[in-house]
């Protein structure tokens, strides 16, 4: 017997979760009184949620899991009046490597029906709460999502997050007219906005849609593709981190189509008959990109979209790669399944196909992305246009070698704490002259350098026989990552791959001023 099963755990039937059933039956009683669309909806979240997930309901008041006391909706919702909430649900995420921990724990933890205190340190542990509150205003009860994030897991009566939560995100559901729902993030209740998806967490944003579906067609035909896409094993993270929508709820909710979505957020109101056969993701990544689409793009893109999909976007090896993240493009994902690099190669890939597709839209020369069917036939396109942007510098952009950049303050941090030997590139001169040094197309993250969007350093080393390299930093979420440390023509060697060890490191113990406050 493993520990969950001491405890009285049992295995879900739908998806490997840990499931403390008993009081199951009243919280979907609770949930066809305040809204009967809320009882399918929760049902598919079970189904698709974090296999690894650890759910129990109504937790505080069943810890058990049985309702001895046989409590009724209605002493429930007395109990909201009461108490200000209850909790209804708790679903806390953990990776596999955690899942084993905890099955392996020592059986003696329990024992003679005495529960003992346990508590588990991560990385990372995410916890999603799933509320009742009443609105005094409108006198109705309303669905409360919160959602934290912590380090350590404890378990004394049910599970737990313990010790200080680092993020928090919180969703209210409106009862009444679900695209009314509202967030706030980061713990008090400040101020409330409304529900919008871009950078809401992936339970909240997967149960605002199945609401959703049932009063719009818009939402009814996202949430059938989504279901496609969550049967091949994709997790609900995985997800909404490639498949995000990016506008307001309560704007949304005036489409009926996917069309009229994308004319209307888009400057290219080209919509054809090949966009109507092809996925939500990948239009979404078309629209962006319309300066490399074409007819031939168009029609592979149609033929090849489920290999686009599930060979690049949802590819294990892929698809957790920051690089893949940061740099989710169209034409990313569109070469990087004809190119098919390994693994290792992934992100030296997609900073070529991305270094090459920039410089050609800079220069207004046409590209063809399905002319390109190698690695070796993509670096050939990308020196071309390497060649021709640093030409027409010497020639036409006199204002751009005599600019000096203006850093913003979130850099300060890594600027004042870099060692000296690594030269902050602070003016278009030195940008050029590095690009020229190095054979490489730095001069071309001039625009990206003076919006603020990262930082470029050379380095140069007494190893290797004075070997220069040249390394961008970005900053995300608060954190400073090296997004490229390149040598000469772009190659990387033992050197370099040590160096860039070595400046991750540094830079994890260097927060944004903002993200130390």
């Given at each position: 017997?493993?520990?969950?099963?001491?405890l009285?755990?049992k295995?879900?039937?739908?998806?490997e979760?840990?499931?403390?059933k008993?009081?199951?039956?009243?919280?979907?009683?609770?949930l066809?009184?305040?809204?009967?669309?809320?009882?399918?909806?929760?049902?598919?979240?079970?189904?698709?949620?974090n296999?690894n997930?650890?759910v129990?309901?109504?937790?505080?008041?069943?810890?058990?899991?049985?309702?001895?006391e046989?409590?009724?909706?209605d002493?429930?919702?007395?109990?909201?009046?009461?108490?200000?909430?209850?909790?209804?649900?708790?679903i806390?995420e953990?990776?596999?490597y955690?899942?084993?921990?905890?099955?392996?724990?020592?059986?003696?933890?329990?024992?003679?029906g005495?529960?003992?205190?346990?508590?588990?340190n991560?990385?990372?542990?995410?916890?999603?709460?799933?509320?009742?509150?009443?609105?005094?205003?409108?006198?109705?009860?309303?669905?409360?999502?919160?959602?934290?994030?912590?380090?350590c897991?404890?378990?004394?009566?049910?599970?737990?997050?313990?010790?200080?939560t680092?993020?928090?995100?919180?969703?209210q559901?409106?009862?009444?007219?679900?695209?009314?729902?509202v967030?706030?993030?980061?713990?008090?209740?400040?101020?409330?906005?409304?529900?919008?998806?871009m950078?809401?967490?992936?339970?909240?944003?997967?149960?605002v849609?199945?609401?959703?579906?049932?009063?719009?067609?818009?939402f009814?035909?996202?949430s059938?593709?989504?279901?496609?896409?969550?049967?091949?094993?994709?997790d609900?993270?995985?997800?909404f981190?490639y498949?995000?929508?990016?506008?307001?709820?309560?704007?949304?909710?005036?489409?009926?189509?996917?069309?009229?979505?994308?004319t209307?957020?888009?400057e290219?109101q080209n919509?054809?008959?090949?966009?109507?056969?092809?996925?939500f993701v990948?239009?979404?990544?078309l629209?962006?990109?319309?300066?490399?689409?074409?007819?031939?793009?168009?029609?592979?893109?149609?033929e090849?979209?489920?290999?686009?999909?599930?060979?690049?976007?949802?590819?294990d090896?892929?698809?957790?790669?920051?690089?893949?993240q940061?740099?989710?493009t169209?034409?990313?994902?569109?070469?990087?399944?004809?190119?098919?690099?390994?693994?290792?190669?992934?992100?030296?890939?997609?900073?070529?196909?991305?270094?090459?597709?920039?410089?050609a839209?800079?220069?207004?020369?046409?590209?063809?992305?399905?002319?390109?069917?190698?690695?070796?036939?993509?670096?050939k396109?990308?020196?071309?246009?390497?060649?021709?942007?640093?030409?027409?510098?010497?020639l036409?952009?006199?204002?751009?070698?005599?600019?000096?950049?203006?850093?913003?303050?979130?850099?300060?941090p890594?600027?004042?704490?870099?060692?000296?030997e690594?030269?902050?590139?602070k003016d278009?001169?030195?940008?050029?002259e590095e690009?020229e040094?190095?054979?490489?197309?730095?001069?071309?993250?001039f625009?990206?350098?003076?919006?603020g969007?990262?930082?470029?350093?050379?380095?140069?080393?007494?190893?290797?026989?004075?070997?220069?390299y040249?390394?961008?930093?970005?900053e995300?979420?608060?954190?400073?990552?090296?997004?490229?440390?390149?040598?000469k023509?772009?190659?990387?060697?033992a050197?370099?791959?040590k160096?860039e060890?070595?400046?991750?490191?540094?830079l994890?113990?260097?927060r944004t001023?903002?993200?130390?406050?």
């Amino acid at each position: 017997m493993n520990y969950y099963e001491k405890l009285g755990w049992k295995m879900g039937k739908e998806n490997e979760i840990f499931l403390k059933k008993g009081s199951e039956k009243l919280f979907f009683e609770i949930l066809e009184r305040l809204n009967p669309n809320y009882v399918e909806a929760f049902k598919e979240l079970l189904k698709y949620i974090n296999k690894n997930s650890i759910v129990s309901f109504i937790p505080d008041f069943f810890s058990d899991g049985k309702n001895e006391e046989n409590q009724t909706c209605d002493d429930l919702m007395e109990m909201v009046e009461k108490n200000d909430y209850v909790e209804l649900m708790s679903i806390i995420e953990i990776t596999p490597y955690d899942k084993k921990r905890l099955l392996d724990l020592d059986e003696a933890i329990v024992e003679k029906g005495i529960r003992l205190g346990i508590c588990l340190n991560s990385d990372n542990f995410k916890k999603t709460c799933i509320n009742m509150r009443k609105n005094f205003d409108t006198k109705s009860y309303e669905l409360e999502i919160i959602t934290t994030q912590s380090h350590c897991i404890g378990y004394e009566n049910c599970f737990s997050l313990v010790e200080r939560t680092e993020i928090e995100e919180i969703v209210q559901i409106n009862s009444n007219d679900v695209f009314e729902t509202v967030k706030s993030r980061y713990g008090y209740i400040r101020k409330q906005f409304p529900f919008d998806f871009m950078d809401a967490f992936a339970i909240p944003s997967f149960i605002v849609i199945e609401i959703a579906k049932e009063k719009n067609y818009f939402f009814k035909d996202f949430s059938k593709e989504m279901k496609q896409i969550l049967n091949t094993g994709t997790d609900l993270k995985t997800f909404f981190t490639y498949f995000q929508l990016r506008e307001r709820l309560s704007i949304i909710k005036e489409f009926s189509s996917k069309k009229e979505y994308f004319t209307k957020f888009s400057e290219n109101q080209n919509w054809n008959k090949y966009h109507n056969k092809i996925p939500f993701v990948l239009n979404a990544l078309l629209f962006r990109s319309s300066y490399l689409i074409n007819e031939n793009v168009l029609r592979e893109t149609v033929e090849k979209k489920d290999e686009i999909i599930q060979n690049v976007i949802l590819n294990d090896k892929y698809s957790k790669s920051s690089v893949l993240q940061y740099y989710f493009t169209f034409e990313v994902c569109f070469l990087l399944r004809r190119i098919k690099p390994s693994p290792e190669k992934l992100s030296e890939a997609i900073q070529l196909i991305n270094d090459t597709c920039v410089m050609a839209g800079e220069l207004e020369i046409p590209l063809d992305l399905t002319k390109i069917n190698s690695e070796k036939n993509l670096r050939k396109k990308h020196d071309k246009f390497s060649k021709e942007f640093k030409l027409r510098a010497r020639l036409r952009e006199k204002e751009k070698l005599e600019t000096v950049f203006e850093f913003p303050e979130k850099f300060n941090p890594v600027i004042e704490n870099m060692d000296a030997e690594y030269e902050l590139i602070k003016d278009g001169k030195r940008l050029l002259e590095e690009g020229e040094k190095q054979r490489n197309c730095v001069f071309s993250y001039f625009k990206k350098i003076t919006e603020g969007k990262c930082l470029i350093y050379s380095l140069l080393t007494e190893e290797n026989s004075a070997t220069r390299y040249t390394i961008e930093i970005i900053e995300r979420n608060g954190k400073f990552e090296v997004a490229q440390f390149l040598g000469k023509f772009n190659e990387k060697d033992a050197t370099s791959i040590k160096l860039e060890v070595e400046l991750r490191e540094k830079l994890k113990n260097i927060r944004t001023k903002a993200n130390n406050v």
